[in-house]
């Protein structure tokens, strides 16, 4: 696609619910990022992707959060047993860049955000 | 771990005045990025700076990069309107690390 697509765009769910919030990164980008974003604050590092491999998982808040790629494409980020904590909007961005084409291209593109309210 | 610092948090002023933010990190990077999220929409990318002590100018907008590659600031001349949002800097160094941002409000 042309640009960077998320869904669902809203998500209401009950606390104790799990959700999956999908990503369709630019094709052909390698990298892919999770951030969430909590109302008025910046934007907090969650996991990448460099294709298929997440080289860094640190960002997870807890083991109810998790996140695949798959097809060097589309990402998923799960939340289980989902808390009031977690509402937020969680942005998706894909950039150009590969670690091994040398490249110094890091852009990110970001998605419009799945916004989750867990009631 | 990799951290970046942004300051300062809000900042308001008239417009037609000048706008200042500065970004710190604990590691060097490789890159620094700018980034723009009007309200209620997402980051949108500005420049990246890759070279040490870079200076580069878009318009009203003047980025830097510090000499040890650690530091960053983004200064906008002259104010207008459309100029509010939150400003984010975004140090690459083995992955994209994101200040908290500086958020502006223009007074008419």
């Known amino acids: 696609g042309a640009g960077v697509s998320q869904s669902p765009s809203n998500k209401v769910t009950e606390k104790g619910k799990d959700v999956e919030l999908r990503c369709d990164p630019i094709s052909g980008h390698t990298a892919l990022y999770w951030y969430r974003q909590r109302l008025g604050q910046g934007l907090e590092f969650l996991i990448y992707?460099?294709?298929?491999?997440?080289?860094?998982k640190s960002g997870l808040p807890s083991d109810r959060f998790s996140a695949e790629r798959t097809g060097e494409s589309v990402s998923t980020l799960t939340i289980q047993r989902t808390q009031q904590e977690d509402s937020a909007v969680y942005l998706c961005a894909s950039s150009p860049r590969s670690l091994y084409s040398g490249a110094n291209t890091g852009e990110l593109f970001f998605g419009e955000g799945s916004r989750l309210t867990v009631l | 771990g990799q951290q970046v610092m942004q300051i300062p948090q809000y900042q308001h002023v008239q417009e037609g005045e000048d706008f200042t933010t500065y970004c710190n990190s604990s590691?060097?990077?490789?890159?620094i990025q700018w980034y723009k999220q009007r309200p209620g929409g997402h980051p949108v990318f500005l420049i990246q700076l890759v070279k040490s002590g870079e200076v580069k100018k878009q318009k009203r907008l003047t980025f830097q990069f510090g000499e040890a590659k650690k530091n960053s600031s983004l200064h906008i001349t002259a104010t207008q309107t459309t100029d509010v949002g939150t400003y984010f800097c975004a140090g690459d160094g083995d992955k994209i690390i994101f200040g908290k941002g500086t958020r502006l409000h223009i007074l008419p």
């Open positions: 590691t060097t990077l490789s890159n």
């Open positions: 992707f460099q294709g298929n491999s997440a080289p860094d």
